[in-house]
């Protein structure tokens, strides 16, 4: 008898360890505002990486973080691909986003049309060759969700409103992302979505399969019902982590608004959080 249950801690001690030997553990590493990084053994993401303006209640990046991003250096180095919302000042900023891939050879950029289109503005004809690494996806509200990958990352992509819908910022190009890193973790990044179940409710089935191991809404769909039920009942993430939270909400969770004590929240620069895709 004690030689069977030796086995069976060997065995479970066994599949642990090859778990962990294979990678299978993600990290999602919190920048500012919604800027974050995935990180999936040697396959790094971003999401809306650089942006300048806080308009006065939101976080912008440190400095040696964001030198450490022009620079590729740890943890930025070997940043195979970057994911942008939208072009709001708040998550996007064409001119050091043309700087970044001028000083990153190797980095993909993944953006709505309108985001490309600043870009072009703020480059020079020497930059023509970068935008060969920039991809750009054109969808209205209520087309079908694309699909894209390249090594290592399955992409998919569909356009839900921003938060002021159906009166406000109707023109803006709103892009949510659900990236899988190596057939094994699935983040979806959701830029400033509109917090209405009408958004979802209409690709049911594509938000039904490939239910995010992890992801980050904004956090206004934690304060509001119809935001948690989209979370609970269409996205079925495992783990929710909260993003673009205003400064004047606490790190410190009893120190918050009633309505989003319960929930996790990225507030700090810097600070990770360790994403398991086991099932
Ligand atoms: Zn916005
Ligand atoms: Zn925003």
Redesign the pocket.
């Known amino acids: 008898m004690h030689q069977k249950l030796l086995q069976t801690l060997a065995g479970l001690a066994c599949c642990t360890f090859g778990m962990s030997a294979l990678g299978h553990d993600s990290t999602a590493h919190y920048m500012a505002n ?1 800027g974050l990084m995935v990180e999936h053994g040697d396959t790094k993401i971003l999401f809306d990486p650089l942006f300048r303006n806080s308009y006065g209640q939101y976080l912008l990046l440190p400095e040696e973080m964001e030198q450490a991003l022009f620079a590729g250096v740890a943890p930025y180095d070997g940043v195979d691909a970057i994911f942008v919302s939208h072009h ?1 000042g ?2 996007f900023s064409p001119g050091d986003m043309v700087r970044l891939l001028r000083e990153q050879p190797n980095i993909k950029l993944y953006a709505p049309n309108q985001a490309v289109i600043a870009m072009r503005s703020e480059s020079s004809n020497s930059d023509a060759d970068l935008f060969d690494r920039v991809i750009g996806v054109s969808l209205e509200y209520k087309d079908a969700p694309v699909a894209l990958s390249m090594e290592g990352l399955q992409i998919e992509a569909v356009r839900i409103p921003h938060s002021g819908w159906p009166t406000g910022r109707l023109d803006v190009e709103n892009i949510v992302w659900r990236v899988t890193l190596n057939e094994d973790t699935t983040v979806l990044h959701m830029g ?1 979505a509109d917090p209405n179940d009408v958004h979802f409710a209409r690709d049911a089935q594509y938000w039904n399969r490939n239910n995010p191991h992890m992801a980050f809404p904004p956090y206004w769909f934690f304060s509001s019902a119809s935001g948690r039920d989209i979370l609970s009942n269409r996205i079925k993430a495992k783990r929710s982590v909260g993003v ?1 939270v205003p400064v004047t909400i606490s790190s410190d969770p009893i120190r918050r608004p009633a309505e989003l004590r319960g929930f996790d929240l990225f507030t700090i620069p810097g600070e990770t959080r360790k994403i398991s895709a086991e099932d």
């Open positions: 919604e709001h708040d998550h400033d673009h």
